[in-house]
């Protein structure tokens, strides 16, 4: 069993994700999570797999950024990562909590929007 032992990786899942949905890049978005990934969105919606997570991402919203550097913890062949984010310009954002398998696919990301 490969075991995540990197955290710097993990970082970079989280990149990706915010920099696929600021593109409003469908594809590279849900090439990011496991095909049976679930997602729970700020709203409370629960998407289950690649096609209801690419959907959301073409939705129209607004760019967002990392507020903080994102909490990391590895746990044999998962890790468990913890950010906050806002939408730039505004006083909104959420807090995201994903899980990364040991192949970096996102398994399950909960979204809680702070207003």
């Not at 913890?82 to 959420?94: D, H, L, Q």
């Not at 995201?96 to 929007?113: C, G």
Request: one cysteine or more; hydrophobic letters at 40%; a negative charge.
């Amino acid at each position: 069993m490969k075991m995540i032992d990197n955290s710097f990786t993990v970082a970079e899942v989280i990149q990706s994700l915010i920099d696929a949905w600021n593109r409003r890049d469908a594809m590279a978005f849900k090439n990011l999570f496991s095909k049976d990934a679930n997602y729970i969105t700020g709203d409370g919606r629960w998407l289950k797999g690649h096609r209801p997570i690419a959907d959301l991402c073409s939705e129209r919203s607004e760019s967002v950024s990392l507020v903080d550097e994102p909490s990391i913890t590895l746990y044999g062949d998962v890790a468990i990562a913890t950010f906050r984010w806002s939408i730039e310009n505004k006083p909104v954002g959420g807090i995201i909590t994903l899980v990364v398998n040991r192949d970096w696919k996102i398994e399950t990301l909960q979204n809680t929007d702070l207003r």
